[in-house]
């Protein structure tokens, strides 16, 4: 039986003003990852947006951010509130949406303002990453709500506060998700053509302390320990790694420690980027961290210590994860849009998502670039185009009873 799902599409073309009007709103309102308040100003915000969707709205207080100083301690940030809403738990289709709240911007950071570049270009802080996305998620759910078949689809949505740090203290909630889904969509920005991020790297992040002895340099340089020399063949020895192992590349990127030259450094701290293609490479990595790490404590008077870890697992396409893909595809071909998914070495919590098992789409978000700058953009036409892509797709499920298909591995 086939089905016309023109009404509810033609619907959505009615409320480009609207969705215009609430990517304003929430990008003009600040919410750096660290900025906790702008963030749940952000919750508030969305949580009236959805209240035409009805569901049962949850404000979820999450961990706060664990950060290693520049004294090497563990300082705690405050994170904003996740909000979740779920609606028809019984539904024979469980659908997760996620779109975080927060960006890259700290609330000190010179870029705080939405211009216009030209009349379909909008530049502004998360524009694309994502607000832009979040009214699309929400037009879209609202478009099925609207049409005869949303009893066939129960939905899930997570607004987390986090990703932009790696989504360390939401992962819990997505992994809960999981729990109850078959299957993912997730609003981050496409490509700016419209394609679609298929597999991506997994990632690490890590910070590492290394503790000496202080000594005047002058007098009694022999009873110093050089933290700094320590941690520099710490660091060669872990970027000589480079080139070793097919598809994982480490990336030394930030380094601080020591004082007056006239003294011998006791401290010094850097911080670094693992990302890698499969997930056996985790051991990979960690067996070699782990002989770095002994090599250098084993050291007389030298101290080493390692903090974080791999929070995103590689995102790998199982069967259904294609099948998603060419039913996104088939319903983009029918609203003349052309779509293609393409690998990326970028991650999202569409990689957590994907290390549970749900198959899932991460960039059903709106068409823009330059994310993480103050070049962001978006495309405002996409905006309703994007919305029809993800009606389209949850209507087509909703009418669809072959399901089989979501639990290919
Ligand atoms: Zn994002």
Redesign the pocket.
């Known amino acids: 039986m086939t089905h016309d799902f023109t009404p509810w599409l033609a619907w959505l073309d009615e409320q480009h003003q609207q969705m215009l009007d609430g990517t304003l709103e929430l990008a003009e309102i600040n919410s750096g990852t660290l900025n906790h308040v702008g963030v749940n100003r952000v919750g508030e915000a969305l949580a009236r947006l959805c209240q035409p969707l009805g569901g049962e709205v949850e404000i979820i207080p999450v961990a706060p951010y664990q950060h290693l100083n520049s004294q090497g301690e563990l300082d705690q940030f405050p994170l904003g509130d996740a909000v979740r809403i779920r609606k028809r738990p019984e539904a024979p289709l469980q659908v997760f949406l996620c779109?975080?709240m927060d960006?890259v911007f700290a609330v000190d950071h010179p870029f705080q303002q939405v211009r216009w570049l030209d009349e379909d270009t909008l530049n502004g802080p998360g524009v694309a990453?994502?607000k832009g996305?979040l009214m699309v998620m929400i037009n879209a759910l609202m478009a099925l709500e609207r049409s005869p078949w949303a009893d066939q689809i129960g939905w899930e949505i997570l607004f987390n506060p986090d990703?932009?740090i790696g989504s360390p203290s939401s992962a819990a909630l997505i992994a809960d998700a999981a729990e109850r889904v078959h299957l993912g969509m997730i609003y981050?920005?496409s490509f700016p053509d419209g394609n679609l991020a298929g597999e991506r790297k997994g990632s690490g992040n890590f910070s590492v302390v290394v503790r000496g002895k202080a000594a005047h340099a002058g007098r009694e340089h022999h009873l110093g320990r050089n933290a700094i020399r320590a941690m520099a063949d710490f660091i060669a020895a872990l970027d000589d790694l480079n080139g070793q192992r097919e598809g994982v590349t480490i990336n030394p990127g930030f380094i601080e420690g020591g004082g007056a030259v006239n003294i011998v450094p006791d401290l010094c701290i850097s911080r670094f980027n693992i990302r890698l293609e499969r997930v056996e490479d985790e051991a990979w990595c960690q067996q070699h961290l782990d002989r770095l790490l002994a090599e250098i404590n084993d050291r007389d008077g030298i101290s080493i210590e390692l903090h974080g870890g791999f929070g995103r697992k590689p995102k790998k396409l199982s069967g259904a994860n294609q099948k998603l893909f060419e039913l996104a595809r088939d319903c983009g071909a029918e609203l003349g849009m052309s779509i293609a998914w393409l690998p990326t070495g970028g991650c999202?919590d569409g990689n957590n998502l994907a290390a549970a098992g749900i198959p899932n789409i991460d960039t059903l978000?709106v068409r823009g670039g330059k994310?993480h700058s103050a070049d962001e953009y978006m495309f405002v036409s996409s905006l309703t185009e994007r919305a029809k892509l993800s009606a389209l797709i949850l209507m087509k499920l909703a009418t669809s009873t072959d399901r089989g298909w979501l639990g290919e591995s």
């Open positions: 779109g975080h960006t990453d994502l996305g990703e932009e981050e920005p999202c978000g994310i």
